[in-house]
């Protein structure tokens, strides 16, 4: 019986949530990749964020977008796992939205993280 356990996400960009990780000082590894879990089980995915437990996290592409794997039980990161997927997605979101709006001529003209965790994001394109 695995002990492993998804959790469904709206990430769908390899790269975006690569960076994301990254942004935030996660260390993983690009997959395809095992992730460990429960009696030496694994599960394959395309990111994988090592524990010292032994116990990994991973975010396994299932058709659709990538889903969190991780023998949730032992869960070894500083935050929940709801604040840490949190936190991935608003950095996912920032940077999809700075790739998909940069292709489209927008350049940032302020970046502000506020008291209450939100960052305010303001465009600018120049037509000529």
């Given at each position: ?74 869960w070894q990161q500083p935050l929940t796992v709801n604040r840490f997927l949190s936190q991935v997605t608003q950095r996912?979101?920032?940077n999809t939205v700075l790739e998909e709006t940069t292709q489209q001529g927008f350049q940032v003209a302020e970046q ?17």
């Amino acid at each position: 019986m695995s002990h492993f356990s998804t959790i469904k996400t709206q990430i769908r960009n390899l790269k975006s949530l690569q960076s994301a990780l990254s942004e935030l000082g996660i260390d993983w590894k690009a997959g395809p990749h095992p992730v460990r879990g429960y009696q030496g089980q694994t599960q394959t995915a395309q990111v994988v964020i090592e524990q010292e437990n032994g116990y990994d996290v991973g975010f396994s592409w299932n058709g659709q977008s990538y889903e969190l794997v991780s023998d949730l039980q032992y869960w070894q990161q500083p935050l929940t796992v709801n604040r840490f997927l949190s936190q991935v997605t608003q950095r996912y979101a920032l940077n999809t939205v700075l790739e998909e709006t940069t292709q489209q001529g927008f350049q940032v003209a302020e970046q502000q993280k506020n008291q209450d965790g939100s960052i305010r994001l303001v465009l600018q394109r120049w037509n000529g």
